[in-house]
């Protein structure tokens, strides 16, 4: 049975809001067991810089769409382990971005990507004269742009922390309905700190004083009597009386 990805389901204010978290909360996430909770998040970033030395695209297998290596005159598939007749050139773009609270690295790769730049890699390459190593100035308006992210987490992010972020989708914000999430998110923390406030106080309750129980000279003279035993008086054996009676 085919899992069914949460993420995609529900209106897109839905989608851009799912499993909100900042970017701190995001790297600082690790998990023993990958594969038995739902990994994807979203964060609302800004886009630093290009990650310098790492080429924005890549040429591909088309029997397994992994990456294929130059050799001389030809593409080698490692996957594969033969050199494939068919190759398409895909994006994969490495970003560092940035919130207020922390900064990280993540990658875009070739579906997203030419969905955000409306352009396919082979119009790009052609666009550059054979200059291939170029970072053609579409991509690199990409820095200072504030963007949704969502995240797919995978075994080295969650078991060796390595930050370097899949990126599933690309949103773009709509600032009213980011300004009321913040404020909605504010009044819950805020009724969450008024709960544990509430909380802590019914479980460290201060030492009840000890009550002062005042009591009469009378009332003290007759709970000493009921206390005390009465000394009986020795009685004559003859007539019952006692021997003060008698005298």
Known sequence: MMEIDKSTLGTLEDQMF??????????????DNPTDEDFMFTTIATINRLQE??????????????IATKESHNYYCKNCDTY?????????????????????????FDEEDERMLNTSVSFLLDSLDGKFEE??????????????????????????????YAVKKIFAPDEKLEKQYLEDKAEEDLMDDEVDNMLKRETKKPNEPVK????????????????????????????????????
């Open 53 to 66: 030395n790492i080429q924005w695209w890549y040429m591909s297998c088309d029997v397994c769409n992994k």
């Open 135 to 164: 970072l053609p100035k579409i991509i690199q308006e990409l820095c200072g742009q504030r963007l949704i992210f969502r995240f797919k987490l995978n075994n080295k992010n969650l078991t060796l922390g390595m930050q370097n």
């Open 18 to 31: 799912y499993r909100r978290i900042a970017l701190k909360e995001l790297t600082g996430i690790r998990h």
């Open 84 to 108: 494939p007749e068919g190759l398409t050139p895909r994006y994969r773009i490495q970003l560092q971005i940035s919130d207020r609270t922390a900064t990280t690295s993540c990658t875009l």
């Open 212 to 247: 002062k129980v005042q009591i009469s000279k009378c009332e003290l003279s007759k709970n000493i009597c009921e206390l005390v035993p009465v000394k009986e008086e020795p009685k004559d054996k003859r007539n019952g009386s006692t021997v003060h009676e008698k005298e």
